[in-house]
Structures are given as C-alpha cells and as structure tokens.
C-alpha cells in the first residue's frame, strides 16, 4: 500500500511564504512525474507544478515566479516553495505522484489559507 503524506500548510498573511512537503511510504517505484495540485472552494482542482524524473518543471502561469518545485526521487519527496502569497492562492493543495507504470497516487490534502 502506498501512501502519500503532506504537510507544511497554514495560515500565512499575503506576500508571505510557506513551504510544503509530501513524502511517499510504501512500495511505489519508478516515480516519472510528481506535481502539487490545489483546489480552491467552488472550484475545480488544478495543477499548479508538476516536475519530472528528468528535472523539467512546469507551472500554471499564476504562480510562475513566485513558486518553486523540487524533487528527490531517491527519497521520494517532492516540495513547493511558495513565495509572496497572495489570498487567490487560498486552497487546499495536494500531491500526486505518477509512475512509469500508469499508476498515480494522490495525497490527503493540506490547506494554505492567506488572508491578514
């Protein structure tokens, strides 16, 4: 069984910063693509970063700039450095990860609420 566990969400006032972290447990190998989700309320989930075993990174144009993915597949862990927080990025965000195999895993959610 293979889990997924976040943390590193709270409440942080705009142009703040925070820092989440996810970690993969369990037998899960050849991880191709880890990616932050968010999902705000009332609204449909969506990517925000995603990053490949290869090191590319792609980000939703709304964050690019101020975000930050990073990754080490050795350990299984996949961060996002959120910069200048702004109250649109309210949400509750998620980690997935994706094999080579087609299997995908999904966090439990962590929420980042910014708001003075």
């Known amino acids: 069984q293979v889990q997924l566990v976040e943390s590193g969400g709270g409440l942080v006032q705009p142009g703040g910063s925070l820092r989440l972290s996810c970690a993969a447990f369990?037998?899960?190998?050849?991880?191709?693509?880890m990616a932050w989700y968010r999902q705000a309320p009332g609204r449909q989930r969506e990517l925000v970063a995603e990053i490949t075993s290869a090191g590319t990174t792609n980000y939703v144009d709304s964050v690019k700039g101020r975000f930050t993915i990073s990754s080490d597949n050795a350990k299984k862990t996949v961060s996002l450095q959120m910069n200048s927080l702004q109250p649109e990025d309210t949400a509750v965000y998620y980690c997935k990860m994706r094999t080579s195999f087609w299997q995908t895993y999904w966090g439990q959610g962590t929420q980042v609420t910014v708001s003075s």
């Open positions: 369990g037998s899960i190998f050849a991880i191709n693509v």
